[in-house]
């Protein structure tokens, strides 16, 4: 197969696996590499994550960017209190800010994952993020945009509780927060245990075509109600995609519906503990949901291309991250 093609069919089934793999991902009991699973993974029934922008002022965008570095960056003695404050809100398990340069305007963009457990507990769970908003800056404006409810949402059962600092990086490039005692993070899979060094974490912005990009939006959004009220389950389908999930080692993924002026978007988020490997398992099988893909993405979306290679194009640039030294992974955690 020519590497052009190969390509092409790598980065269609990179979200084609998304939409249905991370949606089917813990609805049944996974497959390892070499033998069964005993634990599934938590999903949009099981916890929720909110997204949440505040535009900055165009000629700022750089002093955003360095007070967002000097008040979150890693220091030895202020994890804890660092990490709290990018977490937010009590018992959050994961949360990432990133710089977004992409659309009309730049924005800060904060990522926040929440166990419904504590949703449930919390009056006004949206007041309570607006306020918890991880930065204060002259440059950033004071409406709050919030994009909440996603309609796919997935946590690996064995995902690592704590982050190390990306190796090699140094001043301004581009930190993770470490946060808990350990200064790396393990991932037990199939009876062996992954290191986590670091993580790689993206947020990427696919514009949908009109028409049947918008209707496929809708439908995550309708789907996503039914598995979280009527706990639906997809058959084959799920353990085609646990099996492609459970090859990435994909932390947390998140697919947001976002409708803007100009269009309606899917927003990706990831967490992982190579975006390589990401990509390399996708290249690597036949799967049924990954082979299936190219011809639904290259109807639903305007620019595919930007998911084909790696690395991925995207907009957002994450300038920290930040995971509770207790975040739930097996579903009896949240």
């Known amino acids: 197969m020519k590497t052009h093609s190969r390509r092409r069919w790598l980065g269609y089934g990179l979200l084609c696996g998304a939409i249905v793999g991370a949606a089917a991902y813990g609805w049944t009991k996974t497959r390892g590499r070499s033998r069964a699973r005993t634990e599934p993974a938590a999903t949009e029934r099981h916890a929720t994550a909110f997204l949440l922008r505040r535009r900055i002022d165009p ?59 504590v949703l449930a507990a919390v009056d006004d769970p949206v007041g309570r993020l607006e306020r918890a908003f991880p930065l204060e800056h002259e440059a950033l404006g004071d409406e709050l945009i919030v994009t909440r409810e996603p309609p796919i949402h997935a946590a690996h059962p064995d995902r690592p509780r704590s982050t190390a600092p990306v190796p ?17 993070g393990a991932v037990e899979s199939a009876g062996s245990t992954q290191k986590a060094e670091s993580v790689d974490v993206a947020l990427v912005s696919m514009k949908l075509r009109p028409g049947m990009g918008e209707r496929l939006a809708d439908w995550l959004e309708w789907l996503s109600r039914r598995v979280v009220v009527d706990d639906w389950h997809l058959g084959p389908i799920e353990d085609w995609s646990a099996e492609m999930l459970e090859r990435e080692a994909m932390f947390t993924e998140t697919i947001f519906v976002e409708r803007r002026s100009d269009g309606t978007y899917l927003l990706q ?28 993405v290259g109807r639903v979306v305007e620019q595919p291309e930007r998911v084909l290679q790696y690395p991925i194009q995207t907009d957002a640039e994450c300038l920290a991250h930040a995971v509770a030294s207790d975040r739930p992974r097996r579903l009896e955690e949240f």
């Open 59 to 117: 000629g700022q965008i750089e002093a955003v960017r360095k007070a967002a570095r000097t008040s979150l960056e890693r220091r030895n003695d202020e994890d804890d209190r660092n990490a709290n404050r990018l977490l937010g809100l009590e018992r959050a398990a994961t949360a990432s800010l990133f710089l977004d340069r992409g659309g009309e305007e730049s924005s800060l963009a904060w990522y926040v994952e929440v166990p419904r457990s």
């Open 168 to 184: 090699g990086t140094d001043g301004d490039a581009g930190r993770l927060i470490v946060t808990g005692s350990e200064s790396t």
């Open 269 to 296: 988020y990831m967490e992982c503990a190579e975006m390589a490997d990401v990509y390399e398992a996708y290249y690597d099988t036949w799967n049924p949901v990954a082979r299936g893909a190219e011809l639904l």
